[in-house]
C-alpha cells in the first residue's frame, strides 16, 4: 500500500535563500548542511541522504525551499547528488569586511527596518561610530 502523499526532492530557490540555516537545523539525516566561508555561505543539499519529509521547507522562512515532483534521483557520484548554493555575505558600508549575515538577510532587515543603519557595520566601525559621538 502506498502512502497517501508521496512527496519529491527539495528544490533551493538560490534567488530567495538567505542562508540563514534554518533548513539545515531542521533535517533529521544533516542531508542539508551550511558551510561560511570568509565572503559567502554555501548551503548543500545531499539529495542521496533526504529522507523527503519537508521539514527543511516548513522551517525556511524566506519559502526558498519548495517540494518538486520529482521522485527519481540518479547520479553516477556524489557531485550529481548535491544541489549547492551559494549565498554571499553582507559587507561593511564602512570598511568593506564581510559581516557575519548575509545580504540578503540585511536587505530583508533593512526593508522590515528601514531606519537601522547601523546593521551594514562590522563590530570594529560600530565601535568607532560609537567613539566618534
Keep these: 500500500m502506498l502512502f497517501h502523499s508521496i512527496r519529491g526532492v527539495p528544490a533551493i530557490d538560490p534567488e530567495k535563500c538567505m542562508g540563514c540555516g534554518a533548513c539545515a537545523s531542521k533535517c533529521p539525516t544533516d542531508s542539508l548542511t ?30 526558498a525551499i519548495t517540494i518538486e515532483d520529482k521522485y527519481t534521483v540518479i547520479g553516477r557520484s556524489r557531485e550529481e547528488l548535491a544541489i549547492r548554493v551559494i549565498v554571499p555575505l553582507a559587507r561593511c558600508d564602512s570598511c568593506g569586511e564581510p559581516l557575519r549575515h548575509s545580504a540578503r538577510e540585511v536587505e530583508l532587515a533593512r526593508e522590515k527596518v528601514p531606519d537601522l543603519n547601523v546593521i551594514k557595520l562590522c563590530d570594529k566601525c560600530k565601535v568607532k561610530r560609537v567613539l566618534a559621538r
Design 34 to 63: 551550511l558551510h561560511r566561508t570568509r565572503d559567502s555561505i554555501l548551503l548543500e543539499l545531499n539529495v542521496a541522504r533526504c529522507i523527503r519529509c519537508a521539514y527543511c521547507a516548513e522551517a525556511c522562512p524566506n519559502n
